[in-house]
């Protein structure tokens, strides 16, 4: 006779399971609907085109980005590829410190 047979000859029937042991409480309590956040609407007076500094920023981006556009593609036909490179590490760095002052003043507020 295999141990497995064994086994299952001399099993009761019975869970192990102890159910006295607040299993249903835990369990209504983990798989209980949640309950819905309330998240208020946002402030009005906060909105960006209401800013000054995030209008300027937006109207200097964009100049920024069709100067640079429009230097560029004349650039890429007429000159060198040294003065590409240099128009575009400009373009780049001043993206990123546009961007690191944005971040910045996030943690401000």
């Known amino acids: 006779m295999d141990t497995d047979e064994k086994k299952a000859g001399t099993s009761s029937g019975h869970d192990e399971i102890d159910f006295t042991s607040g299993y249903e409480t835990q369990y209504r309590k983990e798989y209980s609907p949640l309950k819905p ?5 946002p402030d009005k007076r906060n909105a960006w085109f209401r800013s000054w500094s995030t209008i300027l920023l937006i109207v200097f981006l964009a100049s920024v980005f069709l100067l640079g556009t429009v230097l560029l593609v004349v650039q890429v036909f007429t000159a060198s590829a040294l003065q590409v490179l240099i ?7 001043i993206a990123a410190l546009m961007i690191w002052l944005e971040v ?6």
């Open 37 to 41: 956040v309330y998240v208020p609407p």
């Open 87 to 93: 128009i575009v590490a400009a373009y780049v760095a």
């Open 104 to 109: 910045q003043s996030i943690k401000v507020r």
